[in-house]
């Protein structure tokens, strides 16, 4: 049984159906990400709370872990969350086991990622950090993670000093740990680019993205790794060049499908061959995508 430590954004998905018109007025490019304040959040709220889907417990490592926790690996999440109703929403989620997740309260709210979904199942991401901007390496279990066998965090975490901060104490820390490190979103690398710099100093024995994220890394800075999972949506998925197809299903909801991926890929791979390790993930991700939220309850 593989142990995964992860730290980063907790978030509360709030998902929202929206029409291919109303992206316009959003301001953000189709499948993207954009950073937004408590301002811009209330007004959205408010213009679309009759298209609110639903409210989920979200976060990329946090979806991951509970994937591979759903596929049999041993995980351990560090957060930020607020001391409100949506912190322990959210904490909850890991089912109170104190085991699986280390937090600290903080006096800003808890993040919230407004999830706008097109007809074709597409996600479009408007990100209020809130609590997250108080991740910090005081959060991080630094047992769990000496003992881990994978280490993995996002770019998410290199927005700010402080998350910068928890990536250096987490790396310190990491004994034999393999580092896997997920682009999260084309948008962050030119807004981390100092410190995506940094990061290309240290060992990183995976990396993962879609292909888009992927191309658009390549071109700015060089993080060597030996090891690549690359997602091509529909198309499925490859693991240092060795592609796996993804079934034909009827998409419901992309939110979560990538996270989904690591999280499984990483839970098999003491199980099986990196091939089937991969189709297996492939199927479990697949899945994610038939249905709103991005985990599978």
Known sequence: MNKIYGFGNAMIDIEIQIEEKDL??????????????????????????????????????????????????????????????????FVSSFENNENLITYKRSKLPTGICLIFVTEDGERTMASNLGANLELRPEILNLEKIGNSDFLIFDNFSLFSESGLNTVIAALREKQESKVCFGISDKTLIDENLKNLKWLSQNKIDLIYGNNNELSELRNKVTIKSKNILESFGKKGAGFNGSL?????????????????????FLAFKDRFDDKTALFKAVGYASRVCRVNGPRLI
């Open 244 to 264: 796996v197809p993804a079934p034909k299903i009827e998409v419901i909801n992309t939110n979560g499908a990538g996270d989904a991926l690591i999280g499984s």
């Open 24 to 89: 316009l007025e959003i301001n953000i490019e189709k499948g993207n990400m954009k950073h937004i304040d408590d301002g811009e959040l209330e007004s959205l709220l408010n213009k679309y709370s009759n298209n609110i889907e639903s409210r989920l417990p979200g976060g990329s490592i946090a979806n991951s872990l509970y994937a591979a926790n759903q596929n049999g690996a041993s995980i351990h999440f560090s957060c930020s969350v607020g001391d409100d109703d949506y912190g322990d929403y």
